[in-house]
């Protein structure tokens, strides 16, 4: 089993070093006059309008270009390919997964889609439950380190905003894809033959002068990769956006997941064999955009969540064990940008309002309201200067403010250093306080909420088409919570520790050459180390999820096209506080013919058994066929 292990570690270095090497060659044939499209983006932020190369915060952003060339299908599998993301899934293809940043907990990331927030109160187990495919998405914006004064709450450790797409001319898209482990099905009723996974989207874009519409419908299911592991997703999606004036806009958006999969070993391994969950999600919102002159701009918006969680512990004993769960969320937010012949003032305040009916934590509401400002200047010569506050108030757990500063020095045309120092907070879900769901897990009114601040510095260098960037940060997060008990013989309950601190370090490098007019290499790097410190007064206890933040992360991706035909790997090394490590290794082909597109996917190509999170082992080797339809 060692020298197994060792060989893929082997394989992966010799990927990583040769994919690196001819960038050694032809780095010094790029032209200083060369930029990215990437310097191009506008950071999504709510107010204030920041362009991707005056950033002074550690950001990362991933295109759709760069997706549509992953050998992914599900945003959760495109989210394990970020530096610093913790991506654990605890069902394959899209069924459940939790998202943490620099070690942070599941629920200390701040999940949005166009800047609006799409946490559930009830368990952020749910915050990836999103109707949204990848076709829609225009890039991914990861903001690592507190961001509670530019999105609010429960930002503690960072943010992640999918940015969907503007509908730019009218299209037809269709795809449909069939993958499978090649291995036959455990003894399960009702279940025969081999272990598969097959999804069909239909799609399109409809444009006009005056407005422009989008809508997207999609159907996923497999019969799973072991025993109860099936899964049945259906989605809907639709955004539009009309002018209304060239000073007045008005954007829509309605999306609706219904989403059915096996819980083998999720919540509550061993008992939880015969575990099942259905979850189904419906958000909407309404938003503008005016222009009152050339300086003010306004935005308000108003957005709807609402969550049903029927989970049920014996899929075929509905009379026991059973908990139903329905969370709605309101919220609304005004938002407002004026620029100064000294720099940008960004203004904001919003309301949610969160409600809970349930069988299991009874029926619960809170409200919380916020009001942001900020200051960015370039006034000081190669200076880049943000500094604003969030001013939060919440039913359960009162006033708190939320400063920070961001500082960036352009100190050559190549080279810049960043820092940024900021607090931010994270509210426990009603599942943290009122779960009772024994002998798994059982909640606890009395927790306080989290405050963390943190401190970091960035180093970035750019010339041409090659970039590079490598960061310190340290925080320090007082009450956190953790889930923990004494023995196997008790249920988990989450506590507030005294302090859990981290030390990080982070590296990664971009680089794309034209090699000619008909092929184009991109490759990509990351590695981030972290380095935990928890302080408490609870020795002896079993922690749920602190053993397994990630160590070590290594991230790496190349892609190469030449006319019609493109080529991908992806690869990742993942070593866990636990001391558990494995790589995986992802293949891509696929040719463009015309409007179609066929492609060919091996994932988890050195059939590596590893455990993301519960006590789910997941896929191994998969194989997928696939064809993408896309009028022109």
Do not use: C
Not at 199 to 206: A, T
């Amino acid at each position: 089993m060692a020298n197994r292990k060792n060989k893929q570690h082997i394989a992966f270095l010799l990927i990583t070093v040769f994919g690196f090497f001819p960038l050694k060659q032809v780095v010094a044939q790029s032209s200083t006059g060369d930029t990215t499209k990437i310097n191009e983006v506008v950071i999504q932020e709510n107010r204030l309008q920041i362009p991707f190369d005056k950033n002074s915060r550690n950001i990362e952003i991933l295109t759709q270009e760069e997706i549509r060339r992953m050998p992914v299908r599900t945003l959760n599998e495109v989210l394990t390919h970020l530096n610093g993301v913790d991506l654990r899934q605890r069902g394959p293809f899209g069924a459940q997964a939790d998202i943490g940043i620099d070690g942070g907990s599941f629920e200390q990331t701040l999940v949005l889609v166009n800047g609006m927030k799409m946490n559930d109160p009830q368990t952020g187990h749910h915050s990836l439950n999103l109707p949204i495919p990848l076709e829609a998405i225009e890039r991914i914006e990861v903001v690592r380190g507190p961001t509670s004064r530019i999105y609010g709450i429960n930002g503690l450790t960072g943010s992640i905003n999918i940015v969907t797409r503007s509908a730019t001319k009218s299209e037809i898209f269709a795809q449909s894809y069939l993958g499978s482990s090649l291995k036959s099905v455990e003894e399960e009723p009702g279940r025969s033959g081999i272990y598969y996974g097959m999804g069909h989207q239909l799609g399109g874009q409809f444009v006009r002068e005056k407005h422009q519409h989008q809508l997207y419908l999609t159907k996923e299911t497999s019969n799973g990769q072991r025993y109860n592991t099936a899964t049945d997703a259906f989605k809907a999606f639709y955004e539009s956006k009309m002018q209304l004036s060239e000073q007045d806009e008005i954007q829509t958006m309605v999306g609706y997941i219904a989403n059915e999969f096996g819980a083998n070993g999720f919540y509550a391994a061993p008992g939880d064999v015969e575990s099942e969950e259905k979850v189904r999600t419906f958000i909407a919102a309404l938003s503008s955009a005016h222009d009152l002159n050339a300086r003010w701009r306004i935005n308000p918006r108003i957005s709807y969540r609402n969550n049903n969680d029927d989970y049920r512990y014996f899929r075929n004993d509905w009379s026991r064990a059973r908990s139903l769960h329905e969370s709605n969320v309101l919220s609304a937010e005004f938002n407002t940008r004026y620029r100064t012949d000294i720099g940008d003032i960004g203004v904001g305040a919003e309301a949610r309002w969160e409600r809970i009916e349930s069988s299991n934590l009874g029926n619960h509401n809170r409200q919380n309201q916020g009001y942001y400002a900020e200051f960015r200047t370039e006034r000081i010569k190669d200076v880049i200067l943000n500094v604003g506050t969030y001013i939060n108030h919440n039913t359960q757990y009162g006033w708190q403010p939320f400063p920070g500063l961001d500082v960036a020095y352009n100190f050559h045309p190549r080279w810049r250093i960043a820092a940024n120092v900021g607090s931010s907070q994270r509210i426990p879900t009603f599942n943290d306080l009122y779960l009772d769901q024994r002998p798994g897990n059982i909640g606890n009114p009395l927790l306080e909420s989290e405050n963390a601040w943190q401190a970091e510095g960035v180093l970035r260098y750019q010339y041409g088409n090659f970039t590079a960037q490598a960061g310190y940060f340290y925080r320090n997060v007082s009450q956190f919570i953790d889930w923990r008990r004494s023995s196997i013989d008790v249920p988990y309950q989450p506590i507030n520790i005294d302090h859990n601190r981290m030390r990080g370090l982070h590296f990664r490098t971009d680089y794309t050459h034209k090699i000619s007019n008909d092929a184009q290499l991109r490759f990509r790097l990351g590695y981030n180390y972290l380095n935990p410190e928890i302080m408490s007064n609870s020795d002896g206890l079993i922690s749920k999820y602190v053993i397994e933040n990630l160590k070590h992360q290594v991230n790496n991706a190349v892609h190469f096209s030449v006319k019609d035909w493109t080529f991908s790997s992806t690869n990742r090394f993942i070593e866990r506080a636990s001391k558990t490590s494995y790589v995986v290794s992802d293949l891509r082909a696929a040719y463009q013919w015309n409007a179609f597109t066929i492609f060919a996917d091996m994932q988890n190509l050195w059939n590596v058994t590893y455990v993301e999170a519960g006590a789910v082992p997941m896929p191994g080797r998969w194989q997928t066929v696939g064809i993408r339809y896309t009028t022109r």
